[in-house]
Nanobody
Framework: HLVESGGGSVQAGGSLRLSCVAS????????MGWFREIEGNARKGVAA??????TTYADFLTGRFSISKDNSNTLTLQMNDLKPEDIGMYYC????????????????????????WGQGSQVTVYS
């Protein structure tokens, strides 16, 4: 129900864009967000946009990423000034619960916690 595209390999300081198309049951009452795999099966919130339009970003981003969602339920993460520490597998997620608090808390999120996940997009940054 969530299909991701984008990602890839870029030199440090460059930009990438991740996209996630939602279909089949993820309506306007869903919050959507991006999570990065940290270890094992655990993921950490990067950015989220809740059903009320409120956006939340992880503190470590320092304004480098921007999340948006259009009327066709396509979620986008614009990643600028990429750094080696941004390397990882990024997953799009959607759920009826607000995802902003998960991002703000900075804790671990496991796949079973949220209703829908994308297939993952690899981001590699080289210096």
């Amino acid at each position: 129900h969530l299909v991701e595209s984008g990602g890839g390999s870029v030199q440090a300081g460059g930009s990438l864009r991740l996209s996630c198309v939602a279909s089949g049951g993820t309506g306007s009452d869903y919050s959507m967000g991006w999570f990065r795999e940290i270890e094992g099966n655990a993921r950490k919130g990067v950015a989220a946009i809740d059903s009320d339009g409120r956006t939340t970003y992880a503190d470590f981003l320092t304004g480098r990423f921007s999340i948006s969602k259009d009327n066709s339920n396509t979620l986008t993460l614009q990643m600028n000034d990429l750094k080696p520490e941004d390397i990882g597998m990024y997953y799009c997620a959607a759920d009826r619960i607000a995802l902003g608090p998960l991002v703000r808390a900075g804790g671990r999120t496991y796949p079973a916690l949220l209703e829908y996940w994308g297939q993952g997009s690899q981001v590699t940054v080289y210096s």
